[in-house]
Every structure is written in structure tokens, then in C-alpha cells.
């Protein structure tokens, strides 16, 4: 399935990983690019070092593309800029947030960049900035989200910019794949299916969270400071929502998911813990190589698409 996506990126299929802080670090990152996707290595909230590290880790693995995810919200994004530069990464895709003042260094470097916007006018100022693609994340994706659902913004990004559109958010099997086509994407990014590959390190406690969740389990909390954070429900998002009903201030609820998503992952506290999951995770039945998945979801998309 040939694309300006696949083009651009130098890449098999069209399906690129989601940023995911933790989850996205190097043997899920290679695994994806090895599978024909594009694997990504999430920045999140990691000292820059680290960030560096990481992608030295990933071309021991593979030789094929991948891309780093800034998270704009991180104080040492500044940093994680430069280090992208250093290292001669190809892509580059950023999130929570309006990257404008990175995208000339980047380009002057090379690097293909892919921000993550969640409206028609942030999608309208990274073409004019010089993006080479936008992905269009709906409310339907885990962690910080945006107003709009992926059926509604999509098109209209599609209809209001040049560059490829790239649909996320609620994107996990062929159906998807083939939807956001019709809706005029040329490519999708994934996340929570990836969360539950075999080759990411995420905490079996996490995945089976995951595999275990219905259609009706995520919740948003932070809706009430302008943070909106898709996860699944869990006595964290129980106590965070009565906390936000009560009118708790900003700090205190800060307090209280301080370290959260670590514990989750890393340590599979899937109770205390915050579980980013979008909405499809109710669809995610099995832990899977991501040359499996991606062969099965790409399968299905054709057989859709060439009916
Ligand atoms: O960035 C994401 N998803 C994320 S980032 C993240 S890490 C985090 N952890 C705790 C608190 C906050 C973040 C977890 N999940 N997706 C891409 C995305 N970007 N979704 C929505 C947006 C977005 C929203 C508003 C991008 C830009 C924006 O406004 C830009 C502006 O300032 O105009």
C-alpha cells in the first residue's frame, strides 16, 4: 500500500508507532521498523542522555527508518531538539504541544517532521511552518487528548491542508486502517495495539489490562485544568475524578499522578497506577510480534480497500 506516507518516510506500510512515554523505548521502536512500520522512540519525560542513548540503541537493532517523539509539555524539549539534530534522526514527530520554533532547525538538518495536532488550525500552522505530514490524533486515543474525534477531525484536516494526513486515535486493526483511508489519511499511527506487543517492555500486568478492558473502560481525568488524559479506569482514576469533582486544586492532583504512569508500566501497579489506553483497547485481545500484527492488520486493510 504505497502512499505519500510510505514515500516520504522511506518505509513499507503506512503505520507509524505512537510516542508512548515508557512504552516506546528501543526494542519496540526497532521491532516496528523492522516489521515495515515506523518505530518511534518516545522522548516523554527522559533525561536528554537517555533519549541519546536510546537512539543508539535502535540502529544496533535495525538499519531501517525511525523517528523520535518529542513531548513538547517537557521542560528538556529544548535539549531533546538538538540531540535529534546530533544524531542525524530522520523523522521526528511531537506531541502536546505547537512545535513551531523547532521545525526550521529541524529541517535545515534534514529530519522529516510529523507533528501531532488535534485541530484543523494547529494542522494549517505546521504546513505553513514547513511540516512534511501532521498526524490527527481523535479523543479516542490514550494519554493527552485533544476535543475531537478521529471520524470528524481527520477529514477536515485532510480537506484543509496539502501534506499527508496521518489518522490517530481509536486505529487498531485492518478496519481502521482501511477507514482512515477513506477519510482521506495516508497512514495511521498506533498505540495502545503496540503496547501490547511482545517486543515492548511494557509490565504484563499492563498489557493484561489492556486485553482485559471492554469498550466503556477508559476514563479522562484533567478534563478540569486543560489536561485531558485518556486511561483506564482504576481506583487512580476513581479517587482523581472525585478529587477533580470536589474542585481540587491543580497541585494536589498533580500530587497525586507524580511518577503514576512509571509505576504502571514499569513497576505494574495497574491499580495506583495511571494506564494511558485509548478507547480500541477493547478490541486488543492478544499479545503479538509486531511483524504479526502489522501483517494481519495490513492484510485485512487491503482485502477491505481492493474489495
Ligand atoms: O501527546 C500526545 N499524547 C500524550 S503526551 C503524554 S505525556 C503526558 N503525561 C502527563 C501529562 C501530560 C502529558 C501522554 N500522552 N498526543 C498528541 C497530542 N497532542 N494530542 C493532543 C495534542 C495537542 C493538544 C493541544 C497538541 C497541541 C495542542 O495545542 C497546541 C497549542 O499550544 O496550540
Not at 14 to 32: F, S
Not at 161 to 172: E, L, R
Not at 265 to 290: L, Y
Amino acid at each position: 500500500m504505497d502512499t505519500r506516507v510510505t514515500g516520504l518516510l522511506g518505509i513499507r506500510y503506512p503505520i507509524i508507532q505512537g510516542g508512548m512515554a515508557w512504552v516506546a523505548e528501543y526494542h519496540l521502536a526497532a521491532a516496528v521498523s523492522e516489521a515495515g512500520g515506523l518505530g518511534i522512540i518516545g522522548a516523554a519525560s527522559a533525561p536528554p542522555e537517555v533519549v541519546r542513548e536510546q537512539i543508539h540503541k535502535v540502529k544496533e537493532l535495525t538499519d531501517k527508518p525511525f523517528g523520535v517523539n518529542v513531548m513538547l509539555m517537557n521542560p528538556n524539549a529544548e535539549e531533546v531538539a538538538d540531540i535529534i539534530v546530533e544524531e542525524q534522526v530522520k523523522v521526528v514527530t511531537t506531541g502536546a504541544g505547537n512545535p513551531a520554533k523547532y521545525v526550521e532547525r529541524w529541517k535545515q538538518a534534514g529530519v522529516k517532521v510529523i507533528p501531532v495536532v488535534a485541530s484543523v488550525a494547529l494542522a494549517k500552522l505546521m504546513e505553513r511552518a514547513g511540516a512534511d505530514a501532521v498526524v490527527a490524533e481523535g479523543m479516542e486515543a490514550g494519554g493527552h487528548i485533544g476535543a475531537a474525534t478521529t471520524m470528524t477531525l481527520v477529514p477536515q484536516v485532510v480537506d484543509a491542508v496539502g501534506i499527508p494526513v496521518i489518522a490517530a486515535g481509536g486505529i487498531a486493526d485492518g478496519r481502521g486502517v482501511a477507514a482512515a483511508m477513506m477519510l482521506g489519511a495516508e497512514g495511521v499511527q498506533m498505540g495502545t495495539r503496540f503496547c501490547v506487543a511482545a517486543e515492548a517492555i511494557t509490565h504484563a500486568n499492563y498489557k493484561e489490562k489492556i486485553i482485559k478492558a471492554k469498550d466503556i473502560d477508559s476514563e479522562v481525568t484533567g478534563m478540569s485544568h486543560g489536561h485531558p488524559i485518556r486511561q483506564l479506569r482504576n481506583k487512580m482514576t476513581r479517587e482523581y475524578l472525585k478529587l477533580e469533582k470536589e474542585g481540587a486544586p491543580f497541585e494536589e492532583l498533580e500530587q497525586l499522578t507524580l511518577g503514576s504512569l512509571r509505576k504502571a508500566v514499569m513497576d505494574g501497579d495497574v491499580v495506583n497506577g495511571t494506564v494511558m489506553a485509548g478507547q480500541i483497547a477493547g478490541m486488543i485481545t492478544k499479545e503479538q510480534t509486531c511483524e504479526d500484527m502489522i501483517r494481519e492488520i495490513m492484510d485485512g486493510a487491503e482485502k477491505l480497500l481492493h474489495r
